[in-house]
């Protein structure tokens, strides 16, 4: 393996996949290349903590000193454009050419965007730390700020907006906030947080028309309403960075389609984190894609040590979190698979719901409270899932019964 | 040498779990093994400061409950991303029931 190395995507997953390629002990060349100009650091935060200070900080995940320590050449600010299969070549928009032995593609996922004509400088995406500043910049006491998209990034900016005193309004088409993987029980806890804090919460509205004069943007609603924003913020999903897979006739099936040791359909190249899709084993195999920053660590950790002959299969239950104002959701497993709901309740008002399947096997778990108050059970809940367990409904649903006295049955 | 505070009664911390303790301005976290063994460590995650109290105690792990970081209690040995600094651990000893942690 003289060649080394390559990973495309210098975000949490490739980041992680580099520092875990050194824990490994692989002595050979480990390049990291990423499009933008800073280290590799969580993005998490941009939404929620680093919106809080007077300017966001970045969290970085390796510092220059650990990347030269460890020999990690960190190449920034430049873009892959194209793979060159047969002659193990990655090609780079500075005109430079990579060579490697194992490829790693964790180009990660960039925000969904809104397809409307009318969209101008008053109008944002979040996804980077520089997008980050971009935001920042215009939250502030009674500055308008409109959120178009009740998920979980425009939830949580409203959330940091509110706290420094802008006016905040979120626009959400579906008929309620958070519909994709948050049970409805929960969703409510967040809709009434945000009112409770002064946000104006929208659902079940179309937009119908974007105009933005470069000073002010107006929101124009199906039902009549006109919400004009000194800041409109989209946040309306996300898509995988495909396009280099593709070109280079990699198998793509919503994201780069991975097996389970996360190969591609070439065997020499990987992808990991929210680029690829892959087989859940916990699910019988069923294909998901996450966007979520635990899996693409674990997803990072595992396509090294499979890149190095590990031949490790992904085992992992998805895990989720968020926070808003004082309370902390977390959600593990995948909710749409279970048919029948138990409720646990938990000192201070919160709550888990644990989902089962017909079966009776849990398979996700979803909690709210304040601070990491359901932190705990959701981890012991995740290992249940993980053992495809059939715990009693009555034990889940009371609080007098340890979780981890389950895990032991 | 500094002196030996009480820090909670042996009985107020369930095998194989942990408890928050505050104490002079500084937070501590106070475990007792799954073999009755008990054990201090600075309260903090040192990933995002998050209460390890709050976190799941596994064999000789705790996990923070944010962004499940783990570290060895007994050692403070840092076990996995995100974390990579390690907790400070302090001594402990029993007295008469009582659980009491030198903090220097």
Redesign the interface.
């Known amino acids: 393996m003289a060649k080394g190395t390559l990973i495309i995507g210098a975000g949490e997953c490739g980041g992680?996949a580099a520092?875990a390629l050194r824990d490994l002990g692989y002595d050979g060349p480990v390049t990291l290349v990423g499009d933008e100009p800073h280290l590799p650091y969580?993005r998490p935060p941009l939404s929620k903590d680093a919106m809080a200070g007077d300017a966001p900080v970045i969290k970085a995940?390796a510092s220059d000193e650990i990347l030269a320590e460890r020999s990690i050449r960190h190449i920034h600010s430049v873009q892959a454009v194209a793979i060159d299969r047969a002659a193990h070549v990655v090609r780079l928009s500075d005109g430079s050419a990579l060579p490697y032995d194992k490829l790693l593609l964790a180009t990660g996922s960039l925000p969904r965007r809104l397809p409307m004509p009318g969209l101008g400088p008053r109008c944002a995406y979040l996804r980077t730390f520089n997008d980050a500043l971009a935001i920042r910049a215009h939250l502030r006491a009674g500055n308008r700020i409109a959120i178009i998209g009740g998920g979980f990034i425009g939830l949580e900016l409203a959330a940091a907006a509110r706290r420094l005193g802008a006016v905040v309004t979120v626009i959400e088409a579906q008929p309620r906030i958070l519909m994709r993987g948050v049970p409805a029980e929960i969703a409510k806890i967040v809709h009434e947080a945000h009112e409770a804090e002064g946000v104006k919460i929208l659902c079940g509205d179309a937009i119908a028309a974007i105009a933005d004069d470069g000073a002010e943007v107006s929101i124009a609603l199906a039902g009549g309403q006109d919400i004009v924003a000194d800041l409109a913020v989209i946040g309306i999903g996300a898509v995988p960075v495909t396009g280099l897979a593709a070109e280079a006739g990699l198998t793509i099936d919503n994201g780069i389609a991975v097996d389970a040791e996360l190969r591609t359909s070439d065997p020499d190249i990987f992808a990991a984190g929210d680029c690829c899709s892959f087989p859940l084993a916990v699910y019988g195999g069923r294909r998901v894609r996450l966007e979520a920053?635990?899996n693409a660590?674990e997803q990072g950790?595992l396509a090294a040590s499979n890149m190095l002959g590990a031949g490790e299969a992904h085992a992992a239950v998805p895990?989720f979190?968020s926070d808003q104002y004082g309370l902390t959701l977390q959600i593990s497993g995948l909710s749409d698979e279970g048919s029948k709901v138990v409720r646990r309740d938990l000192d201070d008002g919160a709550f888990i719901l644990f989902h089962l399947a017909q079966d009776g096997r849990l398979v996700a778990a979803s909690g709210i409270g304040p601070?990491?108050?359901v932190?705990?059970d959701i981890?012991?809940a995740e290992m249940l899932i993980a053992r495809r367990a059939k715990p009693a409904p009555e034990a889940l649903g009371s609080q007098t019964i340890k979780l981890?006295s389950l895990l032991a049955a | 040498m500094s002196d030996w505070i009480e820090a909670c009664g042996a009985d107020d911390i369930d095998e194989e779990d942990v408890m928050r303790f505050d104490h002079d301005g500084r937070t501590f976290a106070i475990y007792r093994s799954p073999d009755d063994e008990y054990f201090a460590t600075d309260g903090l995650c040192t990933h995002e400061k998050v209460h390890l109290a709050d976190g799941l105690v596994l064999d000789d792990i705790i996990e923070c409950p944010k962004h499940n970081g783990r570290f060895n209690y007994k050692t403070g040995a840092a076990r996995g991303a995100p974390v990579c600094v390690n907790l400070r651990t302090y001594p402990v000893k029993l007295d008469a029931g009582k659980i009491l942690i030198q903090i220097g």
Do not use: D, V
């Open positions: 992680r520092l969580e995940i920053w635990r660590q950790a895990w979190w601070g990491n108050s932190a705990r981890r012991l981890k």
